[in-house]
């Protein structure tokens, strides 16, 4: 069973900072970009942020660029989303995901690439 888990989701304050933690079960992520996109009920998802395989390449969605930092350790099997300055505009459910690669630095946040996803942890940007 391959499984991805989100954690570190929350309620925080205008300008607050959250740190996502997404974990691998089942497989190794060394062969996999990863990546992580939101979404709010109504919406279309959207991509936040992805990480190459070889942790050599970021990309990250115009609305985060500056204030979110993706991250790898593949010796951890996990994959972190640093969110800083936070606004309630990034109030989302937010999702990991994984896609295969054999390109070390690819990088994609386009979401029907990506096979395997994880259930979701809810970010809430409140005063």
């Known amino acids: 069973q391959l499984h991805l888990v989100e954690s570190g989701g929350g309620l925080v304050q205008p300008g607050g900072s959250l740190r996502l933690s997404c974990a691998a079960s089942?497989?190794?992520?060394?062969?996999?970009?990863v990546g992580w996109f939101r979404q709010v009920p109504g919406k279309e998802r959207e991509g936040v942020a992805c990480v190459s395989s070889n942790g050599g390449r970021t990309l990250y969605g115009d609305s985060v660029k500056d204030r979110f930092t993706i991250s790898r350790d593949n010796a951890k099997n996990t994959v972190t989303l640093q969110m800083n300055s936070l606004k309630p505009d990034d109030t989302a459910i937010y999702y990991c995901a994984a896609q295969a690669t054999l390109d070390p630095r690819a990088v994609n946040l386009q979401g029907p690439g990506y096979r395997y996803w994880g259930q979701g942890t809810q970010v809430t940007v409140s005063s």
């Open positions: 089942g497989f190794s992520l060394d062969s996999y970009v």
